[in-house]
């Protein structure tokens, strides 16, 4: 199973310097991929912008949108461009993971219809992959991705979010949950990608967060509760969720491992880079 990091660009307050040195330590160390998550309504760096950094100061490292919120994006071109632009920039290490999301007031910021996400999305999947052939609204739109085209990951629990990745992505991205839970939702997708059509098998992703250290209940506690506060009483639940226990995170990866995930993505809580070395002892050494 490979193992991603999370560039921590949801911290409030994080130093450009920090995320920078995040990334190429991540590079660094060995994980296999560097992954952002996207918002609107918070104290948070856009993920687009934060994997172009990321992409000049890394060589190898895949860099994955996990997730980006593509249908509150007004424009399906515009998108496609920037992340034709991003995977050009990066030697064709990008992966679009993409999902419809739960939080009203980011497509209320943006102008974006929020009971119609979905079905957007999917309009949005077929235009941004017209675009990158040539072929959209308006053709010549470039630049065109480094290998013709940029590999799409799909998240969601929905029903909709779940067929979504058997019908347009490589696999599909748990949001987390115990790994004992996870077996279930692998049938499941296996299940929708053979109804499909689909060749080969789903790739399985995850999401876990973790923060480690002397400190490391504090930031996650700090952090789950400011970035999850529209859940409410959930946020708690969510908090203590977090791995802050270095025996724990090699339980939980090995759990997912068992399970039938094929990369497992590590949120940091906090965006100091010195935390990636704790991670990488417990999970690549």
């Not at 856009?46 to 249908?71: F, M, Y």
């Not at 910021?109 to 009971?115: E, F, I, Q, R, V």
């Not at 590999?151 to 029903?159: T, Y």
Request: with cysteine.
């Amino acid at each position: 199973m490979d193992i991603g990091v999370c560039l921590p660009t949801t911290i409030p307050g994080a130093d450009g310097s920090q995320l920078i040195e995040f990334a190429r330590r991540a590079d660094r160390l060995g994980f296999h991929s560097l992954t952002v998550v996207d918002r609107v309504v918070y104290d948070n760096y856009d993920g687009i912008v934060a994997l172009s950094a990321a992409a000049a100061v890394t060589e190898r490292i895949k860099l994955v949108t996990a997730i980006l919120l593509a249908a509150y994006r007004p424009s399906a071109v515009e998108l496609a461009k920037q992340l034709a632009s991003l995977d050009r920039l990066s030697g064709g290490r990008l992966i679009l993971g993409v999902s419809a999301g739960m939080r009203q007031d980011d497509y209320v910021a943006t102008g974006a219809d929020y009971n119609t996400r979905g079905r957007r999305l999917d309009a949005m999947i077929e235009e941004i992959r017209e675009v990158w052939k040539g072929e959209g609204p308006v053709p010549g739109v470039g630049p065109r991705p480094t290998n013709g085209d940029i590999p799409i990951w799909a998240g969601g629990h929905s029903p909709a979010g779940l067929r979504r990745a058997a019908k347009y992505g490589i696999g599909w991205i748990s949001p987390g949950g115990p790994p004992h839970k996870y077996p279930e939702l692998v049938t499941k997708i296996k299940e929708l990608w053979a109804e499909e059509g689909r060749a080969g098998s789903p790739r399985m992703g995850a999401n876990c967060y973790v923060s480690l250290g002397p400190d490391g209940k504090e930031h996650a506690t700090e952090h789950m509760l400011s970035y999850y506060s529209y859940m409410g009483t959930m946020a708690q639940h969510l908090a203590a969720g977090a791995v802050t226990d270095e025996g724990r995170l090699r339980d939980v990866v090995d759990g997912y491992a068992a399970n039938g995930c094929d990369e497992l993505l590590l949120l940091s809580c906090t965006a100091d880079p010195d935390h990636l070395d704790r991670i990488a002892d417990v999970v690549l050494r």
